[in-house]
């Protein structure tokens, strides 16, 4: 056998979907968390209930880099529809296990090859009954993989265990099976690829968890009152989450509830009820994904100019139209950062871990109601629907900011002198008043029609002029609300990246292949729109910065050289998307590509 | 509109709340003279303030088009929210969860519920939203100039239009298609009857769809269009006459005759009586309310008054269990999880 490789391999497992290989992968992925060392999941799924190919993608990496990677070492074919292809994906020198009821060619001799009797040995479970034999078989491949690169026992149990929510009967079923696949392994295979797990405590202290629940989890941190939404992938778990947490983690004594989370009839009523109950002064949410959003966006130009707190979280698929509606991108900023007719500038929070959506989940009400503007939250499937390794989620760490509310007892003291879109601050933002308040001057008119400052209806061409200005000036003071870029200045770089989102593990991989190979390049990640001062001080301090992104037309790139214009000739755009996670190696392709010819034949060796 | 002004050293005329009439009083109308929504604008008005409903307490909604210009001609000292085209459903269903002891008045138009907003329409409806939800019903678009609305009849002429050769769609019908819980139908010519319903609506807890021929002036007030005021005047035929009678003026209640009247009582005690015209009449009926408004249509009868009631079905936001404190008065405390939480969910993650 040639030198062992540790810890540092991809897996991919092709299945059928909805035969239950999901739980059989997610075992996988949290037994090799729980046994200390770095991994990350992907799971590459139709947009389809059952019958058609779907792939789990597994990458462990002792330092930590856990973007997609492109090519798998390990393969296990369960899908005789995707087998050929599967076989021809296996990485030159890697492993291919397939369920030997498969009677197809093999037709590699650079990797190794192992068959596995799934068939045979479930029908041998005892306690599976027959109708579950398709679902737990699957299970059967976790045990013969454990078996052969060395996945601990005891760990699958704990994955299973908690998967069942520590229910003894389909835990031990689902067990048993995992064992009896690592006990046929055993007597039957014979160990001849290098691939290998060693337990680290790499992963002591974090947890694993997905997007969507920590963004639902950081409303509820947040103080979520209202959400609407109405059924999207990827977006559906982020409202099924609330569904699932709220009842807890905001139980009453009396039984009563502090909040209502609606199922709308589409995603303009979705938008519209949020909407109606930021107005009335309820943190209110929404979530959808990029269909979704092209219909929410006359509210979202209603919420801007009628200035509403409201909070959107798009996560984001791929496409224009339907698209791939299983597939990851970030293809939605240049609509949403104008989204809706007429002038209109949108904030744009961007989180690029699990952490960051549980941070913006409880920040995007603060930033929304301060403003009193839609705050769209740009997640995406990747971060949104697989499970990511993270560190814990931290209690917020201030009050929350309510915004400027005039209640009974100030207009008492106003004597009820006050107009809802006055200005009186100079920062933008008028103070406003919540249906319910019992005050003579307490009500105004809320439209979405032109308005002057005491919220009457005006077509006076000075009164449309002065309030559009306003907003823009309301805007500029967005930019200290919002949370601020991450800079990493490195001394003497080639160049600086400038990225985004759910890309960081892949640019960060790619920074550091590079790094290694002798080419320094200076970092700074987004976190939100509007631009603050960091953006263009990063861009000014370097010859060229390099825009990374998931989408086809560079779409931040373009929101850059709008907004700084002079800079622009410095910027470069490196954009690709074709439904997948990100993947250093295209990144690190695209950064050669627009680095001088000295630079990038430096790294030549890579 | 009539209004008694105070007499010199005479005490103003005040409700049992203490305040008058002009406290209920709007923006004056820019809509155009003799428009059927500014006589519904005025009973509105009269409505609240005979019920003595503190302004504060109502809530204004309406999407777009005339008729959802109007809730600025009423009910100054009330917030409002003139949203989008066909949307004012879906704003006012979030809204008001905020405070559920607001009374919610929507005023829509044929276009914004029949067309566009055909779609939030229905599952307001079918949600039981506490609200009152007007449609001012002219048959046309007056704000875009005189297009034909989906309520226009078979037949109907209008100048730059043509022939309207499409059936129409009929509010009551897809209320009570879509389980209304109040659907009634008045005349804005006949002011007594569109306030005594008015009020039973206001009082209704759930959905309560009413709505009201109103006259279009300006582009369909020809003599034989069903949705003008000659047309109306000649053929309203009303189900009965009813009277609201709030829930502490029992007395009012021997003023009627009896034997001949039903009375429908609301969630809040207050009371509809409803006195018997030529028709035998039961409006808590779905079936017969459907035949009604089938023989009707058949027939091309302007058939006003209650339609259907139905007063013991849980609104919305009752469905949701909120605290008895409004939700928009709840305060940090209330509404962020302990801190102590924190390592709990932690741990519920893998």
Not at chain 1, 73 to 84: D, R
Not at chain 1, 500 to 519: C, H, K, N
Not at chain 2, 157 to 177: H, R, T
């Amino acid at each position: 056998m040639t030198q062992k490789i540790v810890n540092d391999f991809s897996i991919m497992i092709g299945t059928v979907n909805g035969s239950g290989s999901s739980t059989a992968n997610t075992t996988i992925l949290r037994a090799i968390f729980k046994m200390g060392i770095p991994v990350s999941g992907k799971n590459l799924f139709p947009s389809n209930i059952q019958g058609q190919p779907t792939w789990y993608t597994v990458r462990v990496n002792k330092d930590g880099f856990l973007a997609r990677d492109d090519q798998p070492h390990i393969v296990i074919a369960m899908n005789p529809a995707s087998y050929t292809r599967d076989l021809a994906d296996v990485a030159p020198g890697g492993v291919f296990f397939y369920a030997d009821d498969i009677k197809l060619p093999i037709n590699r001799n650079d990797v190794t090859v192992y068959p596995m009797a799934i068939k045979q040995i479930i029908r041998e479970q005892k306690d599976v009954p027959p109708h579950l034999r398709d679902l737990v078989a699957n299970m059967v491949y976790v045990g013969v993989l454990a078996e052969m690169i060395g996945i601990d026992l005891e760990r699958i149990y704990d994955a299973l265990a908690f998967h069942f929510k520590k229910r003894e009967k389909p835990t031990m079923m689902n067990f048993n099976a995992v064992k009896a696949g690592a006990e046929w392994a055993r007597a039957n295979l014979t160990k001849s690829d290098p691939f290998v797990l060693e337990p680290m405590d790499k992963t002591n202290g974090l947890i694993m968890a997905d997007g969507n629940t920590a963004a639902a989890l950081g409303a509820i941190y947040g103080g979520l009152q209202f959400a609407a939404w109405y059924p999207i992938t990827p977006a559906s778990s982020l409202a099924e989450a609330l569904n699932d947490y709220l009842p807890m983690l905001r139980k009453r004594e009396d039984g009563k509830r502090t909040y209502a989370v609606v199922q709308a009839e589409d995603e303009l009523a979705a938008l519209g009820m949020a909407i109606g109950a930021g107005w009335a002064g309820l943190r209110a949410m929404t979530s959808t994904s990029g269909p979704g959003l092209s219909l929410m966006a006359e509210f979202a130009g209603l919420a801007y100019y009628a200035e509403v707190p409201v909070v959107i979280w798009d996560v984001q698929r791929i496409g224009p139209s339907t698209g791939l509606p299983t597939r990851t991108s970030q293809g939605d900023l240049t609509f949403v950062a104008h989204i809706s007719h007429g002038d209109k500038q949108s904030v744009i929070l961007l989180p690029s871990s699990i952490s960051e959506c549980f941070e913006f989940g409880w920040q995007a009400f603060d930033i929304a109601e301060r403003l009193q503007m839609p705050v769209f939250v740009l997640s995406d499937l990747d971060l949104g629907m697989n499970q990511w390794m993270s560190k814990p989620f931290e209690y917020p760490n201030r009050p929350m900011d309510r915004g400027k509310i005039l209640r009974e007892e100030d207009l008492e003291k106003l004597d009820g002198n006050w107009g809802r879109y006055l200005d009186v601050d100079d920062d933008g933002i008028p103070w406003r008043t919540l249906p319910g308040i019992m005050h003579p001057k307490a009500a105004y008119f809320t439209r979405g029609t032109g308005h002057d400052e005491y919220a009457r209806y005006s077509e006076d061409p000075n009164v449309y002029w002065r309030l559009m200005q306003r907003l823009k000036k309301k805007y500029k003071t967005v930019e200290q609300y919002v949370p601020r870029p991450i800079v990493q200045q490195v001394e003497g770089a080639e160049a600086g990246l400038i990225f985004y989102g759910s890309t960081e593990p892949a640019v960060e991989e790619a920074r550091a292949r590079l790094a290694a190979a002798g080419l320094k390049l200076s970092a700074l990640r987004i976190r939100a729109l509007p631009f603050t001062e960091e953006v263009p001080a990063f861009i000014e301090k370097h010859n060229t910065v390099i825009v990374i992104e998931m989408n086809r037309d560079g779409q931040m790139c373009q929101l850059l050289c709008a907004a700084y214009p002079a800079l622009a000739p410095k910027l470069r755009s490196v954009a690709y998307v074709d439904g997948l996670p990100a993947s250093a190696k295209w990144v690190q392709e695209g950064i050669l590509q627009h680095l001088s010819q000295p630079a990038s034949e430096s790294v030549q060796s890579l | 509109m009539t209004q008694t002004l105070p007499l010199a050293g005479a005490p103003q005329q005040v409700n049992a709340i203490g305040l008058t009439r002009k406290d209920y009083l709007g923006n004056p109308t820019t809509l155009c003279q003799g428009c059927g929504h500014n006589s519904i604008a005025n009973q509105i008005i009269t409505a609240c303030y005979e019920m003595s409903i503190p302004p504060e307490k109502i809530v204004k909604f309406s999407g777009i088009g005339c008729s959802s210009k109007s809730p600025n001609y009423f009910l100054n000292r009330s917030f409002g929210f003139n949203g989008l085209h066909g949307r004012m459903p879906s704003v006012a269903t979030g809204a008001l969860f905020a405070d559920i002891t607001l009374h919610a008045i929507g005023v829509s138009g044929d276009g914004d519920t029949a067309s566009i907003g055909m779609g939030q329409f229905k599952h307001v409806v079918r949600r039981n939203v506490d609200m009152l939800y007007i449609v001012e019903n002219n048959g046309v678009y007056g704000l875009t100039k005189g297009q034909f609305s989906a309520t226009a009849e078979v037949g109907l002429e209008l100048k730059k239009q043509g022939v309207n050769q499409y059936m129409p769609v009929d509010i009551c019908m897809e209320a009570i298609a879509a389980n209304a819980t109040f659907v009634a139908r008045s005349f804005a010519g006949d002011p007594k009857q569109v306030k005594e319903l008015l009020k039973a609506a206001i009082a209704h807890r759930g959905i309560a769809v009413f709505d009201i021929i109103s006259p279009c002036v300006t582009f369909n007030n020809q003599e034989n269009a069903y949705h003008s005021y000659t047309w109306g005047k000649d053929h309203e035929a009303p189900l009965h006459e009813l009277l609201f009678v709030p829930a502490r003026d029992e007395i009012m209640i021997e003023d009627i005759e009896p034997g001949a009247t039903l009375e429908v009582e609301l969630h809040d005690g207050s009371v509809i009586v409803l006195k018997k015209l030529e028709r035998d009449y039961n409006p808590t009926h779905r079936w017969e309310a459907l035949k009604m408004l089938e023989e009707a249509q058949r027939n091309n009868w302007l058939v006003t008054g209650l339609i259907y009631v139905e007063s013991n079905r849980p609104s919305f936001t009752d469905t949701f269990h909120l605290v008895d404190t409004p939700l928009n008065r709840l305060t940090e405390k209330d509404l962020r999880p302990a801190p102590e939480t924190i390592e709990m969910v932690n741990r519920m993650m893998f």
